[in-house]
């Protein structure tokens, strides 16, 4: 069996926030955005769609020793909605490391990182909330 | 049932219409772009491969897109979506078919929400990604 893949500066790095980033949210990126997913609703781009903040990126914090664990899966994702996200809005985003947790999978030893991002508008209002789970792996054999 | 969904109309075991998705790698390049999310795994076949998958794979935020336009194709425009949770179970492929289903699972009439089950079938009819939304109704 490998070793444990939570190491003590992973652990160190739970708690601790990226560096904010701030997006203008455009009607074309709204637009490209529905157009991607295939989603014709007519709200659009008046309005960005429930997953359109995934666009914004956002500083994730370090994961120390991140690299020895290349493959990423995305595990999924819950998100709390508060105010729509409108064209014109300046939207920032900050993504916390929430936790760490190791499992045993089909594919081997998997370090589960629990991030919550939280995007506020230009009025300080709290518009949405993602919590999203990322499962990094060793390198394939 | 079509048009604007309310509150009253609305019970637990009721159906969402389902939502057919087709997704190809051509889809997989566009929501790349669109999103921001170049990981490799998604449109270059030998990264994939490397990778120890048997070739490019959806964008799991893909598959809650689908989920979110299936609901909020439902709740119609006086629908406000309060919480969308995804979980990939498996992951799917572009070239088939994916069908996008969910069902309401309770209801709180006093706080005009309605909660629904919501998931994706593969083409073999595997669930391979399971979720729940939250959805405030109008009433009438």
């Known amino acids: 069996m490998p070793d444990p893949i939570i190491t003590p500066a992973m652990r160190e790095a739970v708690g601790r926030a990226g560096a904010p980033r701030t997006t203008a949210i455009e009607r074309g990126a709204i637009a490209r955005f529905a157009e991607a997913i295939g989603d014709p609703n007519h709200a659009y781009p008046d309005v960005a769609p429930p997953t359109f903040l995934r666009s914004l990126g956002g500083a994730v914090p370090d994961l120390p020793g991140a690299e020895a664990l290349p493959r990423v899966l995305d595990g999924g994702s819950k998100w709390t909605y508060h105010v729509p996200v409108r064209p014109g809005d300046e939207i920032t985003a900050v993504p916390t490391l929430e936790a760490l947790a190791e499992r045993e999978g089909r594919l081997g030893t998997m370090l589960i990182a629990t991030y919550a991002t939280d995007y506020t508008n230009q009025h300080g209002e709290l518009v949405a909330t993602q919590r999203s789970t990322a499962i990094r792996m060793g390198p394939a054999s | 049932m079509s048009g604007q969904p309310h509150l009253e109309d609305v019970e637990v075991g009721q159906e969402l219409p389902e939502l057919l998705k087709q997704p190809t790698t051509r889809q997989l390049a566009m929501y790349a772009g669109a999103s921001g999310d170049f990981y490799e795994i998604?449109?270059?076949?030998?990264?994939?491969?490397?990778?120890?998958?048997?070739?490019?794979?959806?964008?799991?935020?893909?598959?809650?897109?689908?989920?979110?336009?299936?609901?909020?194709?439902?709740?119609?425009?006086?629908?406000?979506?309060?919480?969308?949770?995804?979980?990939?179970?498996?992951?799917?492929?572009?070239?088939?078919?994916?069908?996008?289903?969910?069902?309401?699972?309770?209801?709180?009439?006093?706080?005009?929400?309605?909660?629904?089950?919501?998931?994706?079938?593969?083409?073999?009819?595997?669930?391979?990604?399971?979720?729940?939304?939250?959805?405030?109704l109008p009433s009438r």
């Open chain 2, 42 to 136: 998604h449109y270059d076949r030998d990264f994939a491969l490397a990778q120890g998958l048997e070739g490019v794979i959806l964008h799991g935020a893909l598959k809650s897109a689908f989920l979110g336009q299936l609901v909020t194709d439902w709740m119609g425009p006086e629908g406000t979506l309060r919480e969308l949770s995804v979980r990939y179970r498996e992951m799917d492929v572009p070239g088939g078919t994916l069908t996008c289903k969910g069902e309401v699972t309770g209801k709180d009439a006093g706080a005009g929400i309605v909660i629904c089950a919501i998931w994706i079938e593969n083409g073999a009819g595997v669930k391979t990604t399971t979720g729940r939304a939250v959805v405030a």
